[in-house]
């Protein structure tokens, strides 16, 4: 089955600082590879998400990009904010498949 | 819309005793999902549901039971619990097969 795998699992930076948290999967058929944060003792809320028909995704501060090539995608999040501070979840799934694997997680923390 | 909705909130449970998580969505999806969350860990899919009276496993079924009589309830029944099953459950749902919104959760512990 699908194997996600999260890197880093805590990242650190300064309040305006750029931060880059990267998966990789293992099944080439997955195609769908959202990103969730999660608050301390709230529910993961979907933040962004990038299908394999897109290269990049971006919201405000936010982006997602994907290589299928290399199995890979990123979450990059510019001008940070102590409020990103969170536990970041990539995960990815297929078409018709509802098995959707998730990363272990990334702490981020934003220092003021 | 009050989204996603799970009850008990927290829940201490006896080795061998049995419960029902509830899990209710008023936002008509046909998706439905169970996970748990181990402290520090990512989630792992129990079962999913495709529509009333459709279930299916996931990655970690063992140990579990799921129904859908209708398209709001999805419950899951831990039938003899053990200490493994400590973790925090959430429920989620989703219209398609992408977008899935989650429940609050429920924390088990089992001593």
């Known amino acids: 089955g699908e194997n996600v795998e999260q890197h880093p699992s805590t990242l650190s930076v300064q309040e305006g600082d750029s931060a880059v948290i990267k998966c990789t999967y293992s099944?080439?058929?997955?195609?769908?590879f959202p990103w969730y944060k999660q608050e301390l003792g709230k529910r993961p809320q979907l933040i962004i998400d990038i299908r394999s028909n897109v290269g990049e995704k971006k919201d405000q501060r936010i982006a997602v990009t994907l290589n299928k090539t290399a199995k890979h995608f990123s979450l990059h999040i510019t001008e940070t904010q102590p409020e990103d501070s969170a536990v970041y979840f990539c995960a990815a799934s297929k078409v018709n498949n509802n098995d959707m694997r998730f990363g272990a997680g990334t702490r981020l923390t934003v220092k003021p | 819309n009050a989204g996603v909705t799970q009850t008990p909130k927290f829940r201490i449970l006896k080795i061998g005793q049995s419960m029902t998580l509830q899990c209710t969505q008023d936002?008509?999806?046909?998706?439905m999902y169970w996970y748990r969350q181990d402290p520090g860990m990512g989630l792992k899919l129990i079962y999913y549901?495709?529509?009333?009276?459709?279930?299916d496993k996931g990655e970690v079924p063992n140990g579990y039971n799921v129904s859908r009589s209708t398209t709001e309830d999805f419950p899951l029944r831990l039938e003899l619990a053990a200490p493994s099953q400590t973790s925090v459950y959430f429920c989620a749902s989703s219209s398609q097969k992408y977008t899935q919104y989650f429940g609050p959760g429920t924390r088990l512990t089992v001593l």
């Open positions: 099944d080439s058929a997955s195609n769908y």
């Open positions: 936002m008509n999806h046909n998706y």
């Open positions: 549901s495709v529509g009333a009276g459709i279930t």
